[in-house]
């Protein structure tokens, strides 16, 4: 069945640099765009970024654009998340997601329009 393993979410200061994984299985990883999705505390979900089946593609969320880069490896069937210039208002529980095709079919955010999620990870950023 298909999987999705979020990594890489710790506590970093303000201005820190952070680097998330996740890892895919049960699936043909570099037939699909992969998204990230962000949960602030008592908040919605927040789409982030995301990268086509190629990875040729990717687009941002204009409250990271500038400070985070969505890659993927099809080969190792890993997609990341490179996180730069961290704020407090960075903080959230972040969840990597796999679209219905290979293309970034939608900026929402929402459940249903995403066939998998990963268990989330969390970013804190504090001093």
């Known amino acids: 069945q298909v999987q999705l393993v979020e990594s890489g979410g710790d506590l970093v200061q303000p201005g820190g640099s952070l680097r998330l994984s996740c890892a895919a299985s049960?699936?043909?990883?570099?037939?699909?765009?992969m998204s990230w999705v962000r949960q602030a505390p008592g908040k919605g979900l927040e789409w982030v970024s995301g990268i086509n089946s190629g990875g040729g593609s990717t687009t941002y969320g204009d409250s990271v654009k500038g400070r985070f880069t969505i890659s993927r490896d099809n080969a190792k069937n890993m997609l990341y998340l490179q996180m730069n210039s961290l704020k407090p208002e960075d903080t959230a529980v972040y969840y990597c997601?796999?679209?219905?095709?290979?293309?970034?079919?939608?900026?929402?955010?929402?459940?249903?329009?995403?066939?998998?999620w990963g268990q989330g990870t969390q970013v804190t950023v504090s001093s």
């Open positions: 049960g699936f043909i990883f570099s037939w699909y765009a």
């Open positions: 997601a796999k679209y219905f095709g290979s293309t970034i079919a939608t900026m929402n955010p929402a459940r249903y329009l995403y066939s998998n």
